[in-house]
């Protein structure tokens, strides 16, 4: 009967709900992607880099979009969804990356700009204007096409790289030129090689150019897939999206997608030390 008590009271006190320690709260991050569709979804490496390189503490929104140059990408209203993007409250950081040139180039109406004035102006414009945002821009020079005349790349897009370099100078920004190293990577790898990058395979003239070291009209004996078959939906139902998937020189299948987002994951980790912990090789 001596113990009982001071037994007792042992027993309660390690029956006592032990406090939990407080909950520290998350400082989760977030990762912008603005651009045409060489960074989209079906047909650009966006898709791979936010699946597959970015941890779950930081959400990656890819908001780039097909046929877009840096003129009607803001005239249609989607640079405001992004600039809404970058002010959600809430994130310990927000990065915008932002890559254009595809369709700044001449003969696309309602998309082309001048490459020595309106170009390199929109590009300040969306640098400062993510800035006063509160977001941290990072400009990307344009992913190269995969053109060839000899045996020798035809980096069509050169001029458009060198005025984002420059713009990047101009204003600090970070800079990953993913035009030059794309450009050094499908020189090193050769047409026929280059060319499994792409949606769907060349045709067999294609094909035959690719092997002699110059590429020719992507369409050339190409034959049109047949169209997917239409499945029954309820008559009030929209229908839902198709993905269109052809060869050319320009968009990314999805081993092409997987092995430009690593070349970007690297260069980012690189050029941006403050994003590397939120990046996966």
């Known amino acids: 009967m001596v113990f009982a008590l001071p037994l007792a009271a042992a027993l309660l006190a390690a029956q006592a709900p032990v406090e939990a320690p407080p909950v520290q709260p998350i400082r989760a991050s977030k990762i912008v992607l603005v651009g045409d569709s060489t960074t989209a979804v079906i047909g650009g490496w966006g898709p791979s880099f936010c699946a597959y390189h970015v941890t779950s503490f930081a959400a990656c929104v890819n908001l780039a979009r097909g046929g877009r140059s840096s003129s009607n990408y803001r005239a249609e209203g989607s640079w405001d969804l992004a600039l809404a993007e970058m002010r959600t409250p809430g994130y310990a950081a927000t990065w915008v990356l932002i890559q254009f040139g595809h369709n700044d180039q001449p003969g696309k109406p309602g998309r082309s700009t001048d490459l020595a004035t309106e170009f390199p102006a929109n590009l300040r414009r969306y640098v400062a204007e993510a800035r006063a945002a509160g977001a941290r821009p990072i400009l990307l020079t344009p992913l190269t096409r995969r053109q060839f005349r000899d045996g020798r790349l035809d980096n069509d897009l050169a001029p458009w790289a060198e005025a984002v370099r420059r713009v990047a100078a101009e204003l600090s920004v970070p800079l990953v030129d ?17 060319a499994e990058l792409a949606q769907a395979p060349p045709s067999a003239e294609v094909a035959a150019a690719l092997r002699s070291g110059t590429t020719i009209a992507a ?14 939906q309820n008559a009030a139902a929209e229908p839902m999206g198709q993905a269109r998937l052809a060869f ?34």
């Open 178 to 194: 993913l035009n030059a190293l794309s450009a050094a990577a499908v020189q090193s790898m050769g047409p026929a090689r280059a």
């Open 219 to 232: 369409s050339t004996g190409a034959v049109a897939a047949p169209a997917p078959p239409v499945a029954v």
């Open 248 to 281: 050319d020189y320009t968009h990314l299948g999805r081993g092409g997608a997987d092995y430009f987002a690593t070349m970007v994951t690297a260069e980012l980790a690189a050029r941006v030390p403050e994003l590397r912990r939120l990046l996966v090789p």
